[in-house]
C-alpha cells in the first residue's frame, strides 16, 4: 500500500459554466493526475459543438483552415452543387492558407443518370481558382448501394456509414472523402489531413484523419474532432 507522500495527487475541472447546474447538457466534472499534460488529458485541442438548427459553414471552415494551416497539411471538403466549395475557396484565399484545397463531388448519376449535380462551368471554375476535384464512386456506399437496393438487406460498407452518422452525418462525409482523396492519389499516404463534411447542406463538421485507401478501409485514423453539431433534439 502506498503511503501517503507516494499517493498520487489529483485534481478537479467542473465543466460547467456560472450558475449552470452539472445535469444540464454538456456540463460535467473532469478527475486527471494534477501533473498531467494537456496531451495527456486529451484536451490539447477544444472541440466546438455546433447548434444543428443554425447555419455553421463559415466558422467550420475557419475552425478547419486554422487548424490544416498549423499543421501544414492539406484541407478536404464535400460538395454538391459546389456552393460550399466557393466559399471554402474564398476563405482559403482570405486567410491566406498555403495547403492544398480538395474539393471531392458527388458521383455522376448520384441524382439523376447522365448527369452531375455540379454545373460544368462550376466545375471549371473551381480548378482555374486552384483547387483540386475529385469525382468518384461514394467510398461507403457505391456497389453496396446498388445490392441493397435491389436485394434489400444491409451491407457492410452501409453498417460502417451509418455507424459513423451516430457522431453525425458530417463525420460519415469527412470520413468517406477522405477515403475517395486518397483512392484518387490527391492526398499524401499516410499524411493526416483536415476533412470537412456537412448536414445535407454546407459544412459543419471537421476532423483531423489519416485516411487509408478505401480497400484498406481499417487503416484510417480518425484522431481529432474540430467541430460538429450537437445533435441535440435529432
Known sequence: MKNRAEAPIFHTAVCAGPKQPLSQPGNCIRIFPARASLK????????????????????????????????????????????????????????????????????YGSREKGTNAMPEEVREKLIAGGCTLVTAAHALSGVERGLSGAFKGVYPAELIANTLRMFGAGTKVAVEIGLMAMDAGVIEYGKPVVCVGGTGRGADTAWVITPGYSACILETRLHECLCKPDLYGQ
Open 40 to 107: 495527456e488529458l486529451g484536451m490539447e485541442g477544444k472541440m466546438k459543438l455546433f447548434n444543428v438548427k443554425e447555419e455553421n459553414t463559415d466558422a467550420c471552415f475557419r475552425i478547419a483552415l486554422e487548424k490544416a494551416e498549423g499543421m501544414k497539411t492539406d484541407i478536404v471538403a464535400a460538395t454538391t452543387s459546389g456552393a460550399t466549395a466557393g466559399k471554402l475557396m474564398e476563405l482559403a484565399a482570405e486567410t491566406g492558407f498555403s495547403g492544398k484545397v480538395v474539393i471531392v463531388t458527388h458521383a
